[in-house]
């Protein structure tokens, strides 16, 4: 398996099978396969216990719900959802779409709203609009494997900024814009995953949201927040978005893959007015328009589901598989450091210093077991000794068959 963790771009030079090689623009050099891509041929054997992916139990959603909601789609609205659509996404939604906002108190209008091919184009769009090559993006050390792979596809320079249990440090995010303007840098945007952080596993504190906010805005400094785990929390709700104390300084990103299910690609962006404008053609141009009928499919689950209840099961599945795993790693692993989230599909291990993670892996998959090595989530090489651990998937059986045969590879390995 051929990893690329480096943040440096490779030249578009040298041998290659590929005889368009050299043809490449440079920007294609960022794309390079992911960590997380590379494992799930893998850990998609069915006699592997895969703690990798971080895929949806869409097993919880009962499948007759989207079937009614289809037939009716087509029954009373099928030439539209046939059709091409509005490159903003159809108002129908749009207006759904602050409903479930207005649950995490955020206000808007329809006309914030973006609807987007899964929050993962959003990031995309947005990375295009700001990013020159060269220019800084602040993320969090560690952060989501599929903004960095973005970012380093439209050549950015990602600067990693601090973060313990309660999410990123104030401090730290201080000293990198002083670092990075300092040395003459272009500080493009921050981003963030204040909620269930995918792959650490902790949320931002209140306090800190505020003096998140606070920094950037007196540095000027946009704030990308995503959060499609924002709905799936395990105790009570986590502190409010970023975004419904600040309109200008934030886009916001959401996502009906955790609250739905992740096949129809439905997410969204609530950016500043001017922002949301250029959001849309970049949409346009990219895809013409989300699609219509994942839509109205989506709009007519909303209006005729109990769609709150359904979160619930949600969190009740995804709350029994934390704390199987919890209770594992505690049993079979106490003495090294793991994330406990409140909400989401993570946690994070630290194995001591000297061990490497991605090294690790084959031995694992050996025992039949797949994690994410925490290189995944660095774009500086960092993460070497840690890895990411989804109890999002499996079931509460797998979860401690797997933490099982993860303890015995980390024994193996471990200076006793
Ligand atoms: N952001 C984060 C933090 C994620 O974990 C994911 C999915 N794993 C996404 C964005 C993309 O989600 P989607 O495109 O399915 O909305």
């Not at 609807?115 to 220019?135: E, M, R, Y």
């Not at 909400?343 to 490497?356: E, Q, S």
């Not at 995944?376 to 651990?389: H, P, Q, T």
């Amino acid at each position: 398996m051929e990893v690329h963790v480096s943040n440096q771009q490779t030249p578009n030079t040298g041998t290659n099978l590929d005889p368009w090689y050299s043809n490449y623009a440079d920007r294609a050099a960022g794309l390079s396969v992911s960590e997380v891509r590379a494992l799930f041929a893998v850990a998609s054997r069915p006699e592997v216990v895969s703690l990798a992916g971080g895929m949806p139990a869409v097993s919880a959603l009962p499948q007759d719900l989207v079937v009614t909601a289809m037939n009716r789609v087509m029954r009373d609205e099928g030439s539209i959802a046939l059709q091409y659509g509005s490159g903003q996404g159809v108002p129908r939604l749009r207006e759904h779409i602050l409903e479930v906002m207005a649950m995490e108190g955020i206000r808007g209008s329809v006309d914030d709203v973006v609807v987007t091919t899964g929050s993962q184009q959003a990031l995309d769009l947005v990375t295009k609009l700001f990013i020159n090559p060269g220019d800084v993006i602040l993320a969090e050390a560690p952060s989501y494997v599929g903004a960095i792979g973005v970012f380093r596809s439209y050549q950015a320079d990602i600067v990693h900024v601090l973060m313990d249990d309660d999410g990123l440090i104030p401090d730290a995010l201080r000293e990198a814009i002083a670092r990075e303007k300092s040395a003459g840098k272009s500080i493009k945007f921050l981003y963030t995953i204040p909620n269930f952080h995918n792959p650490a596993g902790v949320t931002l504190t209140a306090s800190r949201r505020d003096e998140v906010m606070q920094i950037c805005r007196s540095e000027g400094i946009l704030v990308i927040e995503d959060n499609p785990y924002g709905l799936i929390y395990f105790d009570g709700p986590p502190p409010a978005p970023m975004r419904s104390t600040e309109d200008e300084g934030v886009i916001y990103l959401g996502s009906f893959s955790k609250t739905f299910a992740p096949g129809f690609r439905v997410g969204w962006a609530i950016a500043p007015h001017a922002i949301r404008e250029k959001l849309v053609l970049a949409a346009e141009s990219a895809i013409l328009c989300p699609s219509a009928f994942s839509q109205l499919v989506i709009s007519e689950y909303l209006e005729t589901a109990d769609w709150r209840a359904q979160i619930n099961t949600f969190r009740g599945v995804y709350e029994e598989r934390k704390n199987t795993m919890l209770q594992a790693l505690n049993e079979y692993l106490p003495d090294l450091h793991h994330t406990n989230p409140d909400g989401g599909f993570y946690i994070w291990l630290t194995l001591p210093d000297y061990l490497d993670t991605k090294q690790m892996l084959p031995r694992a998959v050996k025992e039949l077991v797949a994690y994410t090595p925490g290189t995944a989530f660095y774009a500086d090489g960092g993460g070497r000794n840690k890895m990411r651990l989804s109890f999002c998937y499996p079931t509460p059986d797998q979860i401690r068959l797997g933490i099982r045969r993860l303890t015995t590879v980390i024994n193996g390995e471990i200076d006793l």
